[in-house]
């Protein structure tokens, strides 16, 4: 089934302590990116990647690293989780000049 | 720079009624716009996108280029329509700029 897979779905963790959230899509997509979700200001972009080895930042990337060693995967690294950084998380992924993302099931992050 | 606004966060109505969620978007060139919806506890998903002029589930977005809108509509709305509505612009083929998004509540 093709699909975008987030891990974990949940998380709940302390000021400072490094987290990474995984992504992986089994379509073979060139474009992925990572999106917060925050009641009142929607869906704003933190990270994206247009292939292998090629990131860029979003609106929002501060606090935040990406990585793309493999097509298919794409974690999001959080060095030092502030509470503002308290949110739930998509990865999305589309064809390359495709404007149809496909979306993960959604990471709820909490920072304490 | 490319924004959407979405004016209602909230919008409820009662089955049956027509239903109308705005959407307005700032971008100088030829952008392509999208809505994509959340029902609870589900990832999102594309409902639909201009360049189609499809409907889906009932729902039309009709692109108005003059005054910069792309609202959707549904005639008659239903319970399980009840979700969350963004709507979504790209100029660069793959980055998507979101609304603030709007949750629709379809009373019985």
């Known amino acids: 089934e093709a699909q975008v897979t987030q891990n974990p779905r949940y998380l709940i963790t302390v000021t400072g302590k490094k987290l990474t959230v995984t992504c992986s899509q089994n379509m073979n997509h060139e474009y992925m990116s990572w999106y917060r979700q925050d009641p009142g200001l929607g869906l704003r972009q933190i990270y994206y990647s247009m292939n292998v080895e090629v990131t860029d930042k979003g609106d929002v990337p501060e606090g935040y690293k990406v990585s793309r060693k493999e097509k298919r995967n794409f974690p999001l690294i959080l060095e030092s989780p502030s509470p503002n950084q308290t949110s739930l998380y998509f990865c999305a992924s589309s064809l390359r000049g495709s404007v149809t993302q496909y979306f993960g099931p959604g990471t709820r992050l909490t920072v304490l | 720079a490319q924004r959407v606004t979405q004016p209602e966060k909230l919008l409820s109505v009662f089955k049956g009624a027509p239903v109308e969620l705005k959407c307005n978007y700032s971008?100088?060139?030829?952008?392509?716009l999208f809505w994509y919806v959340q029902y609870s506890r589900q990832r999102l998903q594309l409902l639909l996108r201009?360049?189609s002029r499809e409907s889906i589930k009932g729902f039309t977005a009709d692109l108005n280029k003059g005054e910069t809108s792309f609202h959707l509509k549904k005639p008659f709305a239903q319970e399980e329509d009840s979700a969350m509505y963004y709507c979504?612009?790209?100029?660069?083929?793959?980055?998507?700029?979101f609304g603030e998004g709007t949750q629709l509540t379809v009373n019985p």
């Open positions: 979504a612009l790209t100029a660069s083929g793959s980055r998507l700029t």
């Open positions: 971008y100088s060139g030829s952008p392509e």
């Open positions: 201009h360049i």
